[in-house]
């Protein structure tokens, strides 16, 4: 079920501003506990929330910015400034499990002292707690919105989650065994874990940037739609994309070479309208081809690379 322009909007800015309000709580909580505790399990959970507050104000105005009209410049729209948000987001995300690995490496050498790990674990609860309330309301944004920049949000906070329940068992069991060094090879877990969600939201953001093909299942719902008017005739170089949260279609559609213009027209709005329902606000290009027509087909190009 797709939402309106309007609504779609709406949902999306109150994600963001509920992802900065926790990002900016959860750190506050975190740099008290650090600092009392010395832990560099929840100094690794920190640099990760500081991360989360920049990576949600980049979203912020990411979200703000995709959601202008397009213009005489920008005929397209500017959703794909929720794809930058991304790589951004990436990079941030990155140099952060950087960080914490060096720490960590550094304090397998000169071991710290910690204490007051009650205060530790509580933090770490309230954290993990604000987190999965958090994450239930982005993805439920994400699936009606299709924001790839909150999505990416999100899975900062899932992150966070795992990360967070991580901690916490890291804090019980350097209480219980006092081995402190559990708690370096946690953060150092925690730095490879970043550095692996970064790559993949690097990676996502970059096809979209690259105008890689929606999904087979976008493609093939497309064709039915298509193909379900008993006047079409087949359906032929068919381009799909994502211009961030909005899809962009272009295709050649087969009709009766005898129909006159006027009729081919008014054809070929029957078919936009039916795809433009399944997949409100996307943009549409179709071409009429008369059935039978031989020419230099895309498909074909395409089948003889590969």
Not at 28 to 46: Q, V
Request: charged fraction near 20%; aromatic fraction near 10%.
């Amino acid at each position: 079920m797709f939402l309106n322009e309007e609504k779609n909007n709406k949902l999306k800015k109150a994600a963001t501003i509920a992802s900065v309000s926790v990002a900016v709580s959860l750190t506050i909580m975190k740099m008290a506990a650090a600092f009392y505790t010395g832990s560099l399990a929840i100094l690794s959970s920190l640099i990760d929330s500081l991360a989360d507050i920049f990576a949600s104000v980049i979203t912020f105005v990411a979200v703000r910015y995709s959601s202008k009209p397009a213009t005489y410049g920008h005929r397209y729209g500017y959703g794909k400034a929720e794809s930058i948000s991304a790589l951004v987001q990436a990079a941030f995300i990155a140099g952060s499990g950087v960080f914490v690995l060096y720490d960590g490496i550094c304090r397998l050498f000169e071991p710290a002292k910690m204490a007051e790990l009650g205060l530790g674990i509580g933090v770490m609860v309230v954290s993990l707690a604000a987190s999965l309330v958090l994450i239930a309301f982005q993805k439920y944004v994400a699936k009606k919105t299709k924001s790839l920049a909150i999505e990416a949000d999100s899975a900062h906070y899932t992150v966070d989650v795992i990360t967070n329940i991580s901690i916490i068992i890291t804090l019980v069991l350097v209480s219980w065994l006092k081995y402190e060094w559990i708690d370096t090879v946690a953060a150092c877990a925690v730095a490879g874990f970043l550095l692996f969600n970064a790559f993949e939201l690097a990676e996502k953001a970059v096809e979209t940037l690259t105008d890689a093909e929606l999904g087979p299942e976008v493609r093939k719902k497309v064709c039915e739609i298509v193909m379900a008017f008993p006047f079409s005739k087949g359906i032929h170089d068919l381009r799909t994309r994502d211009l961030g949260g909005a899809y962009m279609f272009e295709f050649h559609l087969e009709l009766d070479g005898d129909l006159p213009l006027s009729a081919a027209h008014d054809l070929t709005e029957m078919v936009e309208e039916n795809v433009l329902e399944a997949f409100p606000n996307s943009q549409i290009i179709i071409h009429q081809d008369p059935a039978g027509h031989v020419e230099n087909r895309l498909d074909a190009r395409l089948a003889k690379k590969s």
